[in-house]
C-alpha cells in the first residue's frame, strides 16, 4: 500500500488553500499513491474573526474532496476542517475520509484540545472555541484497519493504544504542530507511537508561518512499525511517499510481541 503526505501552508485565503490542496493531491496520484493524507485544517489556517463559516460533514469541503477523491481513483484522508459544532460558540475539528468513489467512510473528531499558556512564547486555548469529540474511529481503508488522530491527541498514548486494541495497523495524525514544540517532540512522539503499537504512522503536517503570528514545524513524515522513519518531506509545500509492507508489520508483532503481551 503506497501513502503520502501531503505538506501545505494555509493561509487566510481558502481558495487559494484548496487549490494547493488538489495539485498536491495529483501528485500523489500521479506518484501511485492509494492513500493521500492532508493536514489539520487544510482549508483555512489563520485569523478566527476571517475564518470561513462552519460546515455539516457534508457540505463545500466534504464535496470538495470527495470530488478529489473519486477524480483521482485514490482514497483521501482530507486532514481537518471546522465542522458545525454543538453550539453557536464552538465547532468540532474533523477529518474526513473518502473512498476512491468519493464516498465519505469515516469521520473523526478530535478529541484533545490545545490549550496551552508557554509565557513569553505562546498562548492557544483551542477549547474556547472548539468541543472535543468523545469516539474513536478506526476506519477501514484499502482494506486495512486505520485508526484516526489530530494533532494533539498525538500527547494522549491511550488513544493510540485504544486504536492499536481495536484492530488498527496503520495511525494517522494530520497535524498544525507548533515550531517550538515540534523541533524537539514531533519525531520523538511520532516515532514512539509507532513502536508502542507496532503501527505504521502517517503525519501530515502544515509547514511554515500563519497568521496570527503562528508558525509549523512541517516535516510531515512516514515511519514503520519498528520506528524507521521512511520517508519525511523537506521544509517546503511538497509530498513524501512511501510503501507499507503489512507482512513486515506482522513479522514485528510475531518476533516482538509487546502488543500481545500487555497485562494492562
Not at 506518484?31 to 463559516?53: H, Q, R, S
Not at 514531533?186 to 502544515?206: P, S
Amino acid at each position: 500500500m503506497r501513502v503520502a503526505v501531503c505538506q501545505l501552508n494555509s493561509r487566510e485565503d481558502r481558495d487559494q488553500n484548496l487549490r494547493v490542496a488538489r495539485d498536491l493531491l495529483e501528485r500523489a496520484a500521479g506518484a501511485g499513491a492509494e492513500l493521500a493524507v492532508l493536514p489539520e485544517y487544510v482549508d483555512y489556517l489563520g485569523p478566527g474573526k476571517t475564518a470561513p463559516k462552519p460546515e455539516s460533514a457534508d457540505g463545500e469541503f466534504a464535496q470538495f474532496f470527495g470530488r478529489a477523491a473519486r477524480e483521482l481513483g485514490i482514497w483521501v484522508h482530507a486532514g481537518s476542517f471546522h465542522e458545525s459544532g454543538p453550539d453557536d460558540e464552538h465547532t468540532y475539528n474533523t477529518s474526513l475520509v473518502f473512498s476512491p468513489q468519493g464516498e465519505l467512510t469515516a469521520t473523526y473528531r478530535k478529541i484533545h484540545l490545545y490549550d496551552v499558556e508557554i509565557a513569553g512564547r505562546v498562548s492557544y486555548q483551542e477549547s474556547r472555541s472548539v468541543a472535543p469529540g468523545a469516539e474513536t474511529v478506526v476506519a477501514e481503508i484499502a482494506g486495512v484497519p486505520v485508526g484516526l488522530s489530530i494533532c494533539y491527541d498525538l500527547r494522549f498514548p491511550e488513544l493510540y493504544r485504544r486504536l492499536a486494541i481495536a484492530g488498527a495497523r496503520v495511525l494517522v495524525v494530520p497535524a498544525a504542530f507548533m515550531m517550538h514544540t515540534g523541533r524537539d517532540h514531533w519525531e520523538v512522539l511520532l516515532r514512539a507511537r509507532a513502536i508502542e503499537n507496532q503501527c505504521y504512522v502517517i503525519a501530515a503536517g502544515q509547514i511554515g508561518d500563519h497568521e496570527p503570528s503562528r508558525t509549523c514545524f512541517g516535516r510531515s513524515m512516514v515511519i514503520d512499525p519498528w520506528g524507521t522513519v521512511l520517508a519525511q518531506a523537506p521544509d517546503d509545500i511538497t509530498i513524501a511517499t512511501a510503501d507499507l509492507d503489512m507482512p513486515r508489520l506482522d513479522r514485528i508483532r510475531a518476533e516482538l510481541p509487546s502488543l500481545a503481551n500487555r497485562r494492562l
